[in-house]
């Protein structure tokens, strides 16, 4: 679920524009729709995908909520907070809809995502302006379902079927892609059947399923031929990956990215999130074989504590987190490790807490996150005695972040005066400023003309700030040649 930069680690929001999503009819009758997406990549990828689905519907999105004839919430349900941000936005957008009725214009208010799955029609009867909640595998029926809404009756759609909602999305128009180059996120995988004990996930997005190799190639072709140089694999348990290929074996992550591989202008692959457990010898040697497979990876450990390990039913030791890490390491020594840790499980101790740290300390993070950990109703750790009080864990968490800070440190200030290729994606803040991706996440900040967004550049990293590598362009050293944008260097 991570690798998410964008992120705000406490509320796990992730800012998207949704203006940036748009591909709506120009002129005549359009409607506007306001998507405000938070939690994981997953949720950043769907509601791309239902402003596609709304756009032959005449909707052309808008980041200015008072102009929003639809307002969707794309929600998050990991801990507390963010699911009680949903009820505090709902509120602010009851003022702009009783603002807009005074001048006679009307607002329906969707709920998506996780909260929805979760919650179902508690929603509307917490908050009654809420017209319909439509859960995370019934996206491909948001138009008939919006149908339903505006004859009157309130919707709640919460079933799970998954197969049917890549089906009917998966077509997905070229100029609808061309937004949104040059980076990426492609869903492979959705749903988890691991029940760490204290996550919602198995519940608000149900059981594994997979989509098939033939449908994801074929997204991923349409992308590459859109412009899109990168795309990351999204999915719950992104590394259980077992879809069925054309001729009915079934592939693994790693069979899955060397075929993505061959497609061409597609010269970056990531994955996120992947679970120790499903790390397999294949996934392993796409790294050490796979060019365009960037140098990171996400693998949450969650604890360093065998005992903590055990009581989350992360079905793996804190040994075996080790070996793993060692053999990733032999075929890729340069890799960016990332993870995500949770403080103040119930019945973590102080020593237990100082296992995670000993942990942290021995791996060696390029970047992690990091979260107090927030009771979930229905999942077993809600009801496990020995809840860690909140002050426990706030120090812990300070501390763990403290160390994670300095790492992340080290390792941006190793890449110095190191040469790697970037892939520039946007404007920065700063007039002829541009803004782009380390083979290893870290955002790169350079002078480089405009018309360079979307290729690929060898950069010199010249400094190195708290979150970012600032670097310059060496001259003459162009892309892999393929986008088409670059000027000819000097003679
Ligand atoms: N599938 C991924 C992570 C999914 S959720 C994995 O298995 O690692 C993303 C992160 O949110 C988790 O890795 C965990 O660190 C955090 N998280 C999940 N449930 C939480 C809870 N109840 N309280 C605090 N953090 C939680
Ligand atoms: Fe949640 Fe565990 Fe599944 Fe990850 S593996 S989504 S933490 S239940
Ligand atoms: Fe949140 Fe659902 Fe993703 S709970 S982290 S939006 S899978």
Partial sequence: MTSRPEQDMETNVTAVSAAD?????????????????????????????MTDVLAPEGFEATDDLEDADLVILNTCHIREKAAEKVYSELGRIRKVKEERAKSGKDMMVGVAGC?????????????????????????????????????????????????????????????????????????????????????????????????????????AERMAAAGVREITLLGQNVNAYHGTSPDGAVWGLGRLLRRLAEIDGLDRLRYTTSHPRDMDDDLIEAHRDLKSLMPYLHLPVQSGSDKILKAMNRRHTRDEYFRLIDRIREVS????????????FPGESDQDFEDTMDLIRQVGYGSAFSFKYSSRPGTPGATMDEQVPEDVKSARLAALQALVAEQQKAFNASRLGMTCDVLLEKTG???????????????????????????????????????????????????????????????
């Fill in 115 to 219: 909260v929805a799955q979760a919650e179902g029609e508690e929603i509307s009867r917490r908050a009654p302006i809420v017209d319909l909640v439509v859960g995370p595998q019934s996206y491909h029926q948001l138009p008939s379902l919006l149908e339903k809404a505006r004859a009157g009756s309130k919707v709640v759609e919460t079933e799970f079927d998954i197969d049917a909602k890549f089906n009917h999305l998966s077509e997905r128009a070229e100029k609808q892609v061309l937004k949104r180059p040059p980076s990426a996120f492609l869903t492979v995988q959705e749903g988890c059947d691991k029940f760490c004990t204290f996550c919602v996930v198995p519940y608000t997005r149900g059981a594994e399923v997979s989509r098939s190799v033939e449908q994801i190639v074929s997204e």
């Fill in 429 to 491: 803040r700063n007039p002829g400023q541009l803004v782009g991706k380390s083979p290893w996440l870290q955002p790169v900040q350079l002078d480089a003309p405009e018309d360079l967004i979307g290729s690929i550049q060898a950069v010199e990293i010249v400094d190195i700030g708290s979150n970012s590598l600032f670097g310059r362009l060496i001259a003459g050293q162009d892309d892999l040649g393929r986008s088409g944008r670059i000027p000819a260097p000097a003679a």
């Fill in 333 to 344: 020594p340069d890799i960016a490790l990332s993870g995500d840790f949770i403080v103040g």
């Fill in 21 to 49: 999503m748009t591909d709506a009819r120009k002129g005549g009758n359009t409607r506007k729709v306001f998507v405000r997406t938070y939690g994981c990549q997953m949720n950043v990828y769907d509601s791309e995908r």
